[in-house]
């Protein structure tokens, strides 16, 4: 049988519960063999603020992911050369798994809007299913239009509402996720105001952060999730 291998890129900068419980989720309701973790190594859209080392963020993965049976870690973007873009992975992932694996693509509706600036993005829709997955402050609201201007017009709405179908192209999938309101954001931000993050990361992550001095100077902070969420207001997207 062919396997289904969810993925989840990111900066990871820290991962969190949110990052960690969504996989979960996924890992059920899409019936997958398993979930990949992917960390950015140079990361295209967060080139203006300080991002601690590949090293560190590997390390909080690793330490997040534990003995889960099911949740793995890729060092792609590491091994990759120049920025880490996602259709250049998602080509690499297919080399390296059998043929007719189906990869699941999750992504956040605070970035999926914003795909289409995405280097070559349409070719992401051939390459794997896209997982949209809510987030605080997004309203899944009008995907399929989205779907139809950005991508293909061909995109069709399935009858239980979740699952957007394509002659051509993977399914796009809406995750039903429990939307948490964590971000790595405000991970760093409490940290750097000495506040505590105990039960918003790993409790192995809270000890690494303390233990190698993370995130104590609060950096320039784009994106802040507010500011982004308001981008995405005022766009009236
Ligand atoms: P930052 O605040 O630095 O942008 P982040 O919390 O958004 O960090 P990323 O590493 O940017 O984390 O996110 C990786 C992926 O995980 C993105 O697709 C993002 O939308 C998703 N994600 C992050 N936090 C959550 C959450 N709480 N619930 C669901 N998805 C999330
Ligand atoms: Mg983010």
């Not at 809007?113 to 070559?120: F, G, P």
């Not at 002659?167 to 750097?192: D, G």
């Amino acid at each position: 049988m062919p396997k289904r291998i969810g993925l989840l890129g990111g900066t990871f900068d820290p991962i969190h519960i949110g990052h960690l419980r969504v996989a979960e989720e996924a890992l059920e309701a899409l019936k997958l063999d398993s979930f990949v973790f992917i960390p950015a190594a140079a990361p295209p859209h967060k080139p203006d603020r300080r991002i601690e080392s590949f090293e560190d963020r590997w390390r909080m993965l690793d330490l997040a992911v534990g003995d889960h049976p099911h949740f793995e870690l890729s060092d792609i973007e590491r091994r990759l050369p120049g920025k880490s873009y996602t259709v250049v992975t998602l080509r690499e992932l297919h080399k390296h798994y059998p043929p007719g694996t189906e990869l699941f693509f999750l992504v956040g509706l605070d970035a999926f809007w914003e795909l289409d600036t995405w280097y070559r993005f349409k070719e992401l829709f051939g390459l794997a299913s896209i997982v949209v997955v809510r987030r605080p402050g997004y309203p899944p609201d009008d995907l399929i239009r989205f779907l139809r201007r950005a991508v293909s017009p061909l995109f069709s709405l399935d009858t239980d509402g979740d699952v957007f179908r394509h002659p051509s192209l993977y399914p796009v999938y809406c995750l039903r996720n429990t939307v948490l309101e964590i971000s790595s954001t405000r991970i760093r931000k409490l940290v750097a105001e000495g506040r505590s993050i105990r039960y918003l990361v790993p409790h192995e992550i809270m000890r690494y952060i303390t233990r190698k001095n993370l995130y104590r100077i609060e950096t320039a902070s784009k994106p802040d999730n507010e500011r982004e969420r308001k981008t995405h207001a005022e766009r009236g997207a």
